[in-house]
């Protein structure tokens, strides 16, 4: 059974960074779908922010993040990352990562069969 588990979400101010991890078990990286990165703030809907394809060499980001966050993964600790800079407060939401029936990234939630439970980030001075 595949399972995600996140972590390193938190309070940040305007304009900092933080590094969100998804730890993968059950299955090495290579042989999982493409992971995703997604956040879903209240009262709104679930968002992709980023993905990644199962052989590492295809990223996908949406407009809003382009530029400011980064995604990777270290295939020795079988763990996603999601490096987030210059963080806004209309950011905060809660981080989710998932894993994809496919090898392509993909930014819709539709096809994610895997989800984490989740990590809290907070943007705010």
């Known amino acids: 059974q595949l399972q995600l588990v996140e972590s390193g979400g938190g309070l940040v101010q305007p304009g900092g960074s933080l590094r969100l991890s998804c730890a993968v078990s059950g299955f090495r990286l290579d042989y999982t779908g493409a992971i995703g990165w997604f956040r879903q703030a209240p009262g709104k809907e679930r968002e992709g922010v980023s993905s990644?394809?199962?052989?590492?060499?295809?990223?996908l980001y949406a407009d809003s993040v382009q530029g400011r966050f980064i995604i990777s993964r270290d295939t020795a600790k079988n763990t996603v990352y999601l490096q987030m800079n210059s963080l806004k407060p209309e950011e905060t939401a809660v981080y989710y990562c998932a894993a994809h029936a496919g090898s392509y990234p993909s930014l819709t939630a539709d096809g994610y069969r895997y989800w984490g439970q989740g990590t809290q980030v907070t943007v705010s001075s």
């Open positions: 990644i394809s199962t052989s590492g060499d295809f990223k």
